[in-house]
């Protein structure tokens, strides 16, 4: 191998290594975008479903609270009827 044949090989691989680099900086920067864009519609859904779920637990609360209430309620009043209660 001569001195020339040896540089024009390195420039030819410095080349190729350059245009590898753009390939992979520009596929990374793409595959970033698509991570940051899924991850963003991930925390739109999971807000959702949160929402959701305190939704549905408010109502089950309200919902044991009343019949709670009325079950002490009633009990009281039926106390009161028997004479239990009475002075």
């Known amino acids: 191998m001569d001195a ?23 596929r990374l920067a793409e595959l970033e975008a698509k991570l ?18 305190k939704q549905s637990l408010i109502r089950w609360m309200f919902g044991f609270w009343i019949g709670s209430w009325l079950t002490i309620v009633g009990s009281l009043i039926a106390l009161g009827r028997l004479g239990a209660l009475a002075p």
């Not at 020339?4 to 900086?25: G, M, P, Q, V, W």
């Open 4 to 26: 020339t044949y040896r540089s024009d090989l390195r420039e030819i691989n410095a080349h190729n290594f350059a245009l590898f680099d753009a390939k992979l900086e520009q």
């Open 36 to 53: 940051d864009r899924r991850i963003a519609e991930l925390r739109a859904e999971f807000r959702i479903e949160l929402a959701e779920t």
